[in-house]
């Protein structure tokens, strides 16, 4: 429930022992994102809390409650249709974009994007998986910048 503050979540999970920390995860505006982070001083605890909290209904919402599992813990989903690629060419065009990508697979949606400092990366839908798949096996950490993007990065950080 995105009316849960950080109070309410102390409050509701106090409960079940002593919190070190407990904070609501909000956008730059301040506004809540719609899940939070307890974290108890025990595991027992914590396995409580779970236990207790979990599918229970907090203001209009169902809550899941689960242990915190790292990033680079969690279990990745292999079956994705979208593909997101960054460090392009400054010239990067769709016609760049179709020759590189294209021969993975049908492109059923792209876009070329500008981040705030110029820099091009672009989002690939592909019909199929596979194509998705296949792309980020070939292409993912391949440097596709001309020679003379490469030469112009080198030359600043030799300047530096």
Known sequence: ?????????YDTFSLFG???????????????KGYGFVHYET??????AIERVNGMQIGDKTVEVTAFVKRNEREVSTVFTNVYAKNLPSD?????LSSMFGSYGTITRSAILEDKLGRKFCLISFEEPESAMKAVDEL???DVRT?????????EKEKE
């Open 1 to 9: 429930d995105k009316n849960i503050d950080n109070k309410a979540l």
């Open 147 to 155: 020679e003379e993007e490469k030469n112009a990065k080198k030359e």
């Open 92 to 96: 990067f065009d769709d016609e760049k």
């Open 43 to 48: 595991e027992e605890a914590a396995k409580q």
């Open 18 to 32: 002593n919190i070190l920390s407990c904070k609501v995860s909000c956008d730059p505006s301040g506004k809540s």
């Open 140 to 142: 993912n950490g391949k």
